[in-house]
């Protein structure tokens, strides 16, 4: 789909009611900031929330902040256990998101890092990515990819498994969004070409979404 920059939106557009229904159910008002061109679709939302409640995950990364971080911390908040830890690259973003977690009592659950884009050697190739110089040194049971934004570059989240896999916990799930776009079906085929652990399953949401689960290593 085509995106238009339009930095001010998220404050001032009413949420569409498809998102009602989930935010009805986890504890949500129809005042979250929501811009239907940028914000994760319905349906990838309530995969990543229906993950989290029935798996508990402990550490959550998140390549971009938003409506996404306000969920997956509500979620977490619901199930007394779960940190979100948000990279985001636009410090405007990194604010608005800020607030919003604010205004719903979430900072325990959900800490945006305000982490710029530099010039990162992946696999040969240099891509613009997140600094990860401030995100801890967890095990990250879940992790969800929905930027960096795809015009600055040609998979421009590809980065997202190389930088992270180490990291990622036995059992650990990552939930790509926008999967439908051949950008991200080409990201997908070169993660399973580097890391044939992984299984890769494809959810036909209105954007598509890729799951890709670590093997147990037991
Ligand atoms: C696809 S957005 C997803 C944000 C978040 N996951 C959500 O669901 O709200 C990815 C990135 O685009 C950037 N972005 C968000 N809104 C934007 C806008 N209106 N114009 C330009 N870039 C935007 C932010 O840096 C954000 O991290």
């Known amino acids: 789909m085509t995106r238009t920059t339009s930095p001010d939106a998220m404050t001032a557009l ?3 009611d498809a998102y009602l229904p989930l935010l009805k159910r986890l504890g949500l008002d129809s005042s979250v900031r929501c811009d239907p061109d940028w914000s ?3 349906d990838f939302l ?3 929330a229906n993950h989290v409640l029935a798996a508990q995950p402990a550490t959550l990364v998140e390549c971009s902040s938003g409506l996404t971080t306000l969920v997956l911390a509500r979620c977490c908040e619901m199930n007394g256990i779960g940190q979100v830890f948000s990279l985001e690259n636009g410090a405007e973003y990194a ?5 919003e977690i604010a205004r719903y009592g979430l900072e325990a659950r959900a800490t ?4 710029p884009l530099s010039t990162q050697m992946v696999n040969g190739t240099e891509f613009l990515w997140y600094e990860l110089g ?3 040194e967890l095990r990250i049971d879940m992790l969800v990819i929905d930027g960096p934004p795809g015009f600055i570059q040609r998979h421009s989240r590809y980065p997202a498994v190389p930088r992270l896999f180490d990291r990622l916990a036995e059992g650990g799930v990552v939930f790509m969004d926008d999967a439908a776009r ?4 080409e990201i997908v085929g070169m993660w399973l070409a580097r890391f044939p652990a992984l299984q890769h399953e494809y959810i036909d949401t209105e954007r598509g979404c890729s799951i890709l689960r670590t093997q147990h290593r037991d």
């Open 46 to 48: 309530e995969l990543i």
């Open 182 to 185: 051949a950008d991200e079906r």
């Open 14 to 16: 009413p949420v569409p």
């Open 112 to 115: 945006i890092i305000d982490a």
């Open 134 to 136: 401030d995100l801890p």
């Open 40 to 42: 994760a679709a319905p």
């Open 95 to 99: 604010d608005n998101t800020r607030t």
